[in-house]
């Protein structure tokens, strides 16, 4: 997440939502605060519930600002081999 803007945003709240956001799952906490200019990553693990692709959305809610709107997707593939993941090449 990055703040372009002159001032700081408060980040409320994060959400993974969607029809597949059972898939995603966010890795750390937010920054309540970004101040101007600041940028911090955020970590998402991805566990599919199954084969195909699969969609969802991290939603970003900063208080009285608009909300931010990430689309999410991941490719659910069936191993080689037990646990083995196959090549995508």
């Given at each position: 997440?990055t ?68 689309p ?16 995508l090449?």
């Amino acid at each position: 997440l990055t703040n372009g803007g002159a001032e700081a945003v408060n980040i409320t709240g994060l959400t993974v939502t969607g029809e597949d956001a059972g898939s995603f799952a966010l890795a750390d906490a937010a920054p309540s605060t970004l101040a101007p200019g600041e940028a911090r990553e955020l970590s998402l693990t991805f566990t599919p519930s199954g084969v195909g692709p699969q969609l969802a959305a991290l939603e970003v809610a900063t208080g009285g600002s608009p909300s931010l709107t990430v689309p999410l997707g991941g490719l659910g593939v069936e191993g080689q081999g037990g646990q083995n993941e196959p090549s995508l090449q």
